[in-house]
């Protein structure tokens, strides 16, 4: 049994989409390496992005993303949701392994086709306060107008994202 114990872990492992370039970071917070961030520049108008990705085991992907421009920062959060059908609508709500919700009622919610699928979709700017939860607490379960998902196995994972994202440089 000891034996499968590292196949298995890296079967676990595989589900979560990591992307590297070059120009990856070398920070480390918690338990995560940070060189799974990704940071683009943009050549013309200065413009740098990072970002980090999780693929949860239902085909879904939460992104982290953080973009600076000039001196502001603006972080946003992308997150889709693998689907059977169209479901376009509004709301968006995250609950955080501690308990805690991010709730944004007016978030639009839309739909993609991608790889012969339809995926529902939002792409949400954070606030501060929202920034705030991120930080202390991972995710477990989001609802996308009335779609839901979960990445609750990799929730300790999603913390440790953001804040490599919060602290790349």
Avoid: H
């Avoid at 989409?17 to 961030?37: E, P």
């Avoid at 919700?101 to 919610?109: M, Q, Y």
């Avoid at 379960?141 to 999603?158: A, Q, R």
């Amino acid at each position: 049994m000891k034996k499968y114990i590292p196949i298995l872990l890296l079967l676990s492992l595989s589900t979560i989409s990591f992307s590297q370039t070059a120009d990856s970071l070398t920070k480390k917070t918690d338990s995560l390496d940070c060189s799974s961030v990704t940071k683009t520049v943009d050549e013309f108008t200065g413009e740098i992005t990072f970002e980090a990705r999780i693929t949860a085991d239902d085909g879904g992907d939460v992104s982290f993303l953080k973009i600076k421009k000039g001196g502001v920062t603006i972080y946003y959060l992308s997150i889709w949701i693998k689907e059977t059908g169209i479901y376009t609508g509004t709301g968006v709500t995250i609950i955080l392994k501690n308990g805690k919700k991010i709730s944004k009622p007016s978030a639009k919610v839309d739909y993609s086709y991608a790889g012969s699928s339809f995926y529902t979709t939002a792409f949400i700017k954070l606030t501060a306060d929202d920034i705030a939860l991120l930080k202390q607490s991972g995710i477990e379960k989001y609802k996308l107008y009335i779609s839901t998902g979960e990445i609750s196995p990799y929730s300790d994972l999603s913390k440790d994202f953001f804040n490599c994202i919060v602290k790349a440089k």
